[in-house]
């Protein structure tokens, strides 16, 4: 989902930087992003293990891939304001050293897969494994699951609509976000399972470790 | 410690699945397939990135790969030590 220069007009490549500059300013100011040495540890080699997992890609027949975001695993083990600055931290690696996502789509990279991905798999653990009503290694999963395939098909539709309002493309949100959300819908499912199945994992079960499990009372 | 070493078997193993399986069936990232149906075309805004597409200058598509994976893997280690020793001041 890394959008490579050229996707968006100037007026979203603006856009798109300040929300995501702004969204960081207030996390700061607002205290919830206090960096100290320990949280800074769990950042970097969270930050890592995501940018090592996005090098496995899975090919599928037909000339495409899959591989894990990671918004959703990132904001559920770290929370939403230390998830974000986990996948800020990798997708300005990638766009700087590997080209990998433009340097003007930063700021809409950023905000798609470091600020919503990492919300809306935040959240919707949250309260997945809240209306669950327990605690166990089979709900875990399911909301890891949930989770993870609604973190990607929401960033994928935010992608869309992006693109889609983006005046100097010919076609409208009226078919960018259905091929993105629908793109995005898919892949998720595979961005679920991992999710979940690393969260359900029995070493990663202990709620000291999950910002999220603590969260919904786990 | 358990982490790192799990980090650097990913990078290892991450020729595998991109750049032996993806050749195989002509991989593209899933937003250039759609980008593809909505007419999008990348621009060339002229910079320069050292290790372009998870490649190593002189060096061969696998081992490349793997090294352009343990540069992005120990730029993250680095840039953590450096915010470390700003926090902690």
Same mark, same amino acid.
């Given at each position: 989902?890394?959008?490579?220069?050229?996707? *968006?007009?100037?007026?979203?490549?603006?856009?798109?930087?300040?929300?995501?500059?702004?969204?960081?300013?207030?996390?700061?100011?607002?205290?919830?992003?206090?960096?100290?040495?320990?949280?800074?540890?769990?950042?970097?080699?969270?930050?890592?293990?995501?940018?090592?997992?996005?090098?496995?890609?899975?090919?599928?027949?037909?000339?495409?891939?899959?591989?894990?975001?990671?918004?959703?695993?990132?904001?559920?083990? *770290?929370?939403?304001?230390?998830?974000?600055?986990?996948?800020? *931290?990798?997708? @300005?690696?990638?766009?700087?050293?590997?080209?990998?996502?433009?340097?003007?789509?930063?700021?809409?990279?950023? @905000?798609?897969?470091?600020?919503?991905?990492?919300?809306?798999?935040?959240?919707?653990?949250?309260?997945? @494994?809240?209306?669950?009503?327990?605690?166990?290694?089979?709900?875990?999963?399911?909301?890891?699951?949930?989770? !993870?395939?609604?973190?990607?098909?929401?960033?994928?539709?935010?992608?869309?609509?992006?693109?889609?309002?983006?005046?100097?493309?010919?076609?409208?949100?009226?078919?960018?976000?259905?091929?993105?959300?629908?793109?995005?819908?898919? *892949? !998720?499912?595979?961005?679920?399972?991992?999710?979940?199945?690393?969260?359900?994992?029995?070493?990663?079960?202990?709620?000291?470790?999950?910002?999220?499990?603590?969260?919904?009372? !786990? | 410690?358990?982490?790192?070493?799990?980090?650097? %078997?990913?990078? $290892?193993?991450?020729?595998? %699945?991109?750049? $032996?399986?993806?050749?195989?069936?002509? &991989? =593209?990232?899933?937003?250039?397939?759609?980008?593809?149906?909505?007419?999008?075309?990348?621009?060339?805004?002229? &910079? =320069?990135?050292? %290790?372009?597409?998870?490649? %190593?200058?002189?060096?061969?598509?696998?081992?490349?790969?793997?090294? #352009?994976?343990? $540069?992005?893997?120990?730029? $993250? #280690?680095?840039?953590?030590?450096?915010?470390?020793?700003?926090? #902690?001041?």
């Amino acid at each position: 989902m890394h959008i490579p220069d050229g996707f *968006l007009d100037v007026y979203w490549v603006g856009a798109t930087y300040i929300v995501t500059i702004g969204y960081f300013a207030y996390l700061s100011l607002s205290h919830q992003l206090v960096l100290d040495s320990s949280r800074v540890s769990l950042v970097t080699t969270l930050a890592a293990a995501i940018f090592a997992a996005q090098m496995l890609n899975w090919p599928l027949p037909g000339g495409t891939s899959l591989h894990l975001l990671g918004g959703a695993l990132a904001g559920i083990i *770290l929370g939403p304001s230390y998830g974000s600055v986990t996948l800020a *931290l990798v997708l @300005l690696v990638q766009a700087l050293v590997f080209h990998d996502g433009g340097l003007t789509t930063l700021g809409a990279n950023i @905000l798609n897969m470091g600020i919503v991905a990492v919300l809306v798999g935040y959240y919707v653990f949250k309260y997945a @494994l809240r209306i669950s009503g327990k605690v166990s290694r089979g709900s875990i999963f399911m909301a890891g699951l949930l989770a !993870g395939w609604m973190s990607v098909f929401i960033a994928g539709v935010v992608c869309g609509v992006e693109i889609g309002l983006s005046p100097q493309f010919p076609y409208g949100v009226e078919v960018t976000i259905p091929v993105m959300g629908g793109w995005h819908f898919i *892949l !998720g499912i595979v961005e679920g399972i991992i999710t979940g199945f690393v969260l359900s994992h029995p070493h990663a079960r202990n709620p000291e470790l999950i910002v999220a499990l603590k969260e919904a009372g !786990g | 410690m358990r982490a790192w070493a799990v980090i650097l %078997f990913l990078v $290892i193993i991450s020729p595998v %699945f991109g750049v $032996i399986l993806a050749d195989r069936v002509g &991989y =593209h990232e899933p937003l250039d397939v759609a980008a593809e149906k909505l007419g999008l075309k990348e621009v060339d805004i002229g &910079y =320069h990135t050292p %290790f372009e597409d998870y490649t %190593f200058p002189g060096v061969g598509p696998v081992p490349g790969y793997i090294l #352009a994976g343990l $540069i992005g893997v120990g730029l $993250i #280690a680095v840039l953590g030590e450096v915010l470390k020793r700003v926090v #902690a001041k």
